[in-house]
């Protein structure tokens, strides 16, 4: 009798590693059709197409128009050059002190952990941002240290990217236990997309860490469709929540994809039952070769007004725009009947 072989398990690195990096493979394992190829090849020379298996089982096949898809797939408007919308729309260069750290506000700062994301959204505000420049060696990251140290106001440090969660956790433990020794930090806030779009990132060792640091965790999700919340995501999360880890959700409002109050509402409620609070809907940061995502600002506050008028507070996100310059965000209030 022949022994029954033992398949390996696969890790998130395998799962991130065998993301479809192709748009002709993404067009085919959709069943979209193939006039969509030449605007998705001119996007994807622009910026790389990235969308890893357990999010691309959530879109739906044959379906052009799918909220999931339009977030991921290439398009030829990313070639179009518009006025107003920049490479560095939130002008990040100018609060960039040190390789790796961004320091807008003045109790936070946030730290560049990877350039690497798990999926490329076609609206992302850092689609174009320096990450060479911006690389955390150990001479790096020692200079950061140094600056938290000299800077006693800082209470929160932001673990972002890319997104942070590339980072493996044996580095991941290292900079905490590092940060740890800091006396006047308190809170380590992780923004993150990868328990979402690879669930199984959510590793034993990462849950451990998170336990066991002395600095408050917060970790903030980007979930902009309800769609995007699967069986897989709410186990995830179900472990992040056991632990009492403190679960928030930002979004953007983007044309075609989330831009109506029924869509929000079930995006909120979807959240709430899965364990995580809406925290921010952002409106579109004007970055090039995404202008298509964007809306006007009176159809945003139209949408929170519609919200608001059947959503109880707690699952009403703040409507809100970064300002360059600006001492913290800026809350966007809804429209008036």
Not at 171 to 180: A, F, P, S, T
Request: hydrophobic content about 40%.
């Amino acid at each position: 009798m022949h022994p029954i072989p033992i398949m390996p398990v696969r890790t998130w690195q395998d799962e991130l590693r065998d993301s479809i990096t192709d748009p002709a493979q993404l067009l085919k394992r959709l069943d979209l059709p193939e006039d969509l190829l030449e605007g998705a090849s001119l996007g994807a020379s622009l910026f790389e197409l990235r969308v890893p298996e357990p999010y691309l089982s959530r879109i739906e096949k044959g379906n052009a128009r799918d909220p999931l898809l339009l977030q991921v797939l290439p398009l030829t408007q990313e070639a179009h050059k518009i006025p107003g919308y920049t490479t560095d729309p939130l002008e990040e260069k100018d609060a960039n002190p040190l390789p790796g750290l961004i320091h807008k506000y003045t109790h936070r700062v946030l730290l560049v952990l990877s350039g690497a994301c798990a999926i490329n959204c076609r609206y992302c505000f850092r689609r174009h941002f320096a990450y060479q420049e911006n690389q955390l060696g150990k001479e790096q990251w020692q200079a950061i240290l140094a600056y938290l140290h000299q800077h006693p106001e800082i209470e929160e440090v932001i673990f972002s990217g890319g997104d942070p969660l590339a980072t493996p956790d044996n580095r991941l433990q290292r900079m905490i236990n590092d940060l740890e020794q800091i006396p006047h930090l308190q809170r380590l806030r992780i923004h993150t997309r990868l328990p979402v779009v690879i669930p199984s990132r959510i590793t034993p060792s990462l849950l451990n860490m998170l336990t066991k640091t002395r600095l408050s965790p917060v970790m903030v999700l980007h979930i902009n469709h309800a769609n995007e919340i699967d069986e897989q995501v709410k186990q995830a999360v179900g472990k992040l929540k056991q632990l009492h880890i403190t679960l928030l959700n930002q979004s953007v409002l983007l044309r075609g994809i989330n831009d109506n109050a029924t869509v929000q509402k079930t995006l909120n409620k979807t959240l709430f039952a899965a364990g995580i609070l809406p925290y921010y809907l952002f409106l579109f940061d004007p970055v090039a070769g995404a202008a298509h995502f964007d809306l006007p600002e009176q159809r945003a506050r139209q949408i929170l007004a519609e919200m608001q008028a059947s959503l109880p507070g707690y699952l009403l996100p703040r409507l809100a725009i970064e300002i360059p310059g600006k001492a913290s965000k800026t809350l966007v209030t809804p429209l008036d009947d």
